[in-house]
């Protein structure tokens, strides 16, 4: 999720209320919109993609008002669970779809793509399940690839990387691959700059941000926003973090799930909002945060499929 230009109106990307946009056996792509904006009170303003992205990850609105999506998956048909081994897959569908960056307009309008449908590769032809793309001040593109690498002993080729395009889409570079050294990644799940210009990701295989200049040069490590799903830099340089996947006893630290509040600058934490869900196992909390322009925090929540807000005190 992400707020819009106006500082007030939220925009959400989401999965057409399942995990998938496309139907599993036969790659057919859901009628519903996937990406939406509602007002503060939480009324639905507008909606557009049907038939567009099968598994929305990420969403950024720049500073123009445009609303960029990732789709990190495709909607290539699946054999039924099961099926017997060597059981080939339906037919495809006619539409391919997937492993690609929308540009959009405010009004649904698309301006740009990033990436081929339904192909898994590299820039500057394929893109390889984007998480997530943020745009710098000068209009460059970065965009997160690759959420398979947190899972135990991927494979060595697994992609974790950042590829940089200009703002008319033209690739510059990638950096990064997979691994836990500094400059590494196993996931990376969510970018954000701060007021520097210096890029966020949050490494979320690895527990921890990891923070570089423009050109991809490692500039620091911090852990103690936990393992973060979803960052959020406000014009303050505070730091929002949403951790939905911790617990105290499957991730190292003894993390609890919820959204944790510090500063860009120095990377204090000084606030925590907890898990509304109290279960210790699942996954319930936000996955994705945005603050609006009068500081209400906003969660994306992946169990519930609802978002929550909270009201700074």
Known sequence: MDIDKDGRSVWVAERCGANSCADAATGKMSPLDPVLTFDASGKLVKS???????????????????????????????????????????????????????????????????????????????????????????????????????????????????????????????????????????????????????????????????????????LDQWLQFSRLSGIYIDKNDMLYGADSESSETSHPGGWKRGMRVGSAKDGKVLYFIPDPETKPTGTSAAEGVAVDAAGNVYGAEVGPKAVKKYSKK
Do not use: C, Y
């Open 48 to 218: 557009f993609g049907a038939g567009m992205i099968a598994f929305a990850h990420g969403i950024h609105v720049d500073r123009d008002g445009n609303i960029w999506v990732t789709d990190a998956n495709d909607n290539r048909p699946r054999p039924a669970r099961g099926a017997p081994a060597g059981t080939p897959p339906p037919a495809a569908p006619a539409k391919l779809v997937g492993h690609q960056v929308i540009k959009f307009s405010p009004e649904g309008q698309v301006l740009m793509t990033l990436g081929k449908a339904r192909v898994a590769g590299n820039p500057p032809e394929a893109l390889t399940e984007p998480n997530d793309v943020v745009t710098a001040p000068n209009g460059d593109i970065f965009v997160a690839e690759g959420h398979a690498g947190q899972g135990n002993n991927p494979p060595p080729d697994t992609v974790a990387r950042i590829s940089k395009f200009t703002k008319d889409g033209k690739f510059i570079k990638s950096f990064g691959t997979l691994g836990s050294a500094p400059g590494e990644f196993r996931t990376p799940h969510a970018l954000a700059f701060d007021s520097r210009g210096r890029l966020f990701v949050g490494d979320r295989g690895n527990v921890r941000l990891q923070i570089f200049d423009q050109d991809g040069k490692f």
